[in-house]
């Protein structure tokens, strides 16, 4: 899964820890930090799922923790229970991480694969993926996805949704204001939640009672 940066990737992560059934999923989200190693990564997966490691961890290799990760993955197998292992900001993984997770990929039974791997990443991460030596990895993914920044319809109907959680039912930015914080942000969520609040702040410091456009093209200066 991949997007410009704002677009909502990491909700998404979100969303699938809490809505994956847990009887029959343990879904678990991985964060990267920038050209983590296949064994810091090995680590953080096995941390993830909760599988104990020995005292003796800190020197361990990494066949010596992917071995124990492959251990723990055919035990879940023995109680039909699947891991999906999330990982969020992938194009920060080293070229040998990558590779690892192609190996992850391939732990199986004859019958099924045994996991699950999410890479939601920015879209440099496909274009890295087009060079020859990802071609195996390539080879496993079964579907791509990308997150497209809101079209102005649906950047309206964001705002209010926003603020109806917030408890408006009224509709507080008029339209002109609304498109002048489409066109703003580009209809990138994150840009659009940056305007709307300062834009909210300046309206409510010039004792506004709706955000309009001079408002909103004031943050946007201001920004």
Do not use: W
């Not at 590779?99 to 920015?122: P, Q, W, Y």
Request: aromatic share 4%; with cysteine; net charge positive.
């Amino acid at each position: 899964l991949t997007g410009v940066s704002g677009t909502g990737k990491t909700l998404v992560s979100q969303m699938l820890l809490k809505d994956l059934d847990p009887s029959v999923y343990q879904p678990i989200l991985v964060l990267v930090s920038p050209n983590m190693s296949k064994t810091a990564l090995l680590k953080e997966i096995l941390a993830e799922l909760g599988v104990p490691t020995a005292e003796n961890a800190a020197g361990a290799s990494a066949q010596d923790l992917l071995r124990q990760l492959q251990d723990y993955i055919i035990a879940l197998r023995d109680i039909r229970r699947k891991p999906v292992i999330i990982i969020d900001e992938c194009h920060f993984l080293s070229a040998e991480s990558l590779h690892m997770v192609r190996t992850i990929s391939n732990i199986e039974m004859a019958e099924c694969k045994l996991s699950t791997c999410i890479l939601l990443g920015e879209q440099r991460f496909l274009k890295r993926l087009e060079h020859p030596s990802y071609l195996s990895l390539r080879n496993r993914m079964y579907l791509r996805s990308e997150l497209q920044p809101l079209k102005k319809e649906d950047c309206e109907q964001y705002i209010k949704f926003r603020l109806l959680v917030a408890g408006r039912e009224a509709d507080l930015f008029d339209r002109q204001a609304v498109e002048a914080v489409h066109k703003a942000s580009g209809g990138i969520c994150r840009q659009i939640n940056k305007l709307c609040m300062l834009a909210l702040l300046e309206g409510f410091t010039q004792r506004k009672e709706r955000i309009d456009q001079a408002i909103v093209e004031q943050c946007v200066r201001q920004m």
